[in-house]
């Protein structure tokens, strides 16, 4: 789940193959798993205005999740965000939108 002050970014989850790389470095990026997804967020980013990061918690994530192994960021650059998720194997998935009292959540639900 990611969630959003002030409405949502617009949003593409797509299948995707190593290699992967970081968004504006070109960096190498390691991602666990067998099957992969990336999820871009256009006006996603998490950088304001006055320079300050409005998310300062972890950008990788190892889970004991039964089909997700692995998220982790690649890149907010440029008002755009990406994050990669590492999957044991191809599975369905489902995006959710929820807004509630001035907060959205941009949810991303894999089968398992």
């Known amino acids: 789940v990611f969630e959003f002050v002030g409405g ?3 949003a593409s ?4 193959e190593p ?3 970081m968004d504006g470095s070109g960096l190498p990026l390691e991602v666990q798993g067998e099957s992969f997804l990336r999820l871009t ?3 996603g980013t998490k950088q304001q ?5 409005s998310y300062d918690g972890p950008t990788e994530f190892e ?3 039964p089909a997700l192994v692995h998220l982790i960021e690649g ?3 440029e008002a755009q965000s990406t994050w990669y998720f590492g999957l044991r194997a191809e599975s369905c998935v489902r995006v959710l939108t929820l807004i509630d009292d001035g907060t959205a959540r941009l949810v991303i639900d894999i089968e398992h």
Do not use: I, K, Q
């Open 8 to 10: 949502l970014p617009e």
């Open 13 to 16: 989850l797509d299948r995707d």
């Open 19 to 21: 290699p992967f790389t």
């Open 41 to 43: 967020m256009r006006g």
């Open 49 to 53: 205005e006055d320079g300050n990061s």
């Open 63 to 65: 889970t004991n999740y």
């Open 75 to 77: 890149g907010d650059f």
